[in-house]
């Protein structure tokens, strides 16, 4: 499985945005870009995915680049809520490949006021 | 609310003892996942269903563990003899059929080894 690269930690001040990177330098054409995050004493959440174009949602924005070796998620203005560890996991989709999330270990993201 | 819900919260046990978890999915759910995570690292796989068969199982997943999803809805995760390493959160997981679909976690079971 192609492999993510994330820095262990981040700071941000609240109500600025926060651009999260994650590198995968051996993706292939067919692994997606997830990100969930986990709060603390809570199960991970799912934010966003995408493959080839930049996606946005209520929560995010993801930015893929364009030899899709690296991506940065992006909270366009960031809440102490927000604190929290984030994921970045390429998911294969094709016949016979893996269902399960392949978790490392992460981005602790804190919320400075 | 109709999140993935886990029960215990927590659990306390004795060494050698057997524990039990459940995990109840989201209603229109058919996947269902087991993942653990201890302190400071991601969750790891450890097995994973659909409907009711057990599809893919962890190297992480020793003898001593079984996991049932008897009719397709809730799974039971037990661990038989425990032991001072099976100290870790259980979380559980669960997603619609399609792979584009995101798998949605409960808040886990912690389980303590005394």
């Known amino acids: 499985d192609a492999k993510t690269t994330q820095p262990n930690s981040m700071e941000s001040n609240e109500e600025e945005p926060v651009h999260l990177p994650c590198n995968h330098s051996?993706?292939?054409?067919?692994?997606?870009i997830h990100w969930y995050r986990q709060l603390p004493s809570q199960g991970p959440e799912y934010v966003i995915h995408g493959l080839t174009s930049n996606v946005n949602n209520r929560m995010a924005s993801l930015a893929i680049a364009e030899d899709r070796k690296s991506s940065t998620l992006i909270l366009h203005r960031a809440t102490l809520r927000d604190a929290a560890v984030y994921y970045c996991i390429l998911r294969r989709i094709s016949s016979g490949s893996a269902r399960q999330l392949t978790f490392g270990s992460g981005t602790q993201l804190t919320v400075l006021p | 609310d109709t999140g993935v819900s886990q029960d215990p919260r927590h659990k306390i046990t004795k060494r050698g003892q057997n524990v039990t978890f459940r995990c109840d999915p989201i209603s229109e759910h058919n996947r269902l996942y087991w993942y653990r995570q201890t302190l400071g690292q991601g969750p790891e796989f450890l097995t994973y269903f659909q409907n009711e068969a057990q599809l893919e199982k962890s190297r992480l997943l020793s003898d001593r563990f079984s996991a049932e999803r008897p009719k397709g809805s809730f799974s039971t995760l037990e661990i038989q003899r425990t032991e001072q390493g099976d100290s870790a959160m259980y979380l559980c997981?669960?997603?619609?059929?399609?792979?584009?679909?995101?798998?949605?976690f409960g808040d886990g079971t912690r389980l303590s080894i005394l």
């Open positions: 051996t993706i292939s054409g067919t692994d997606y």
């Open positions: 997981a669960s997603s619609g059929p399609s792979d584009f679909q995101p798998q949605h």
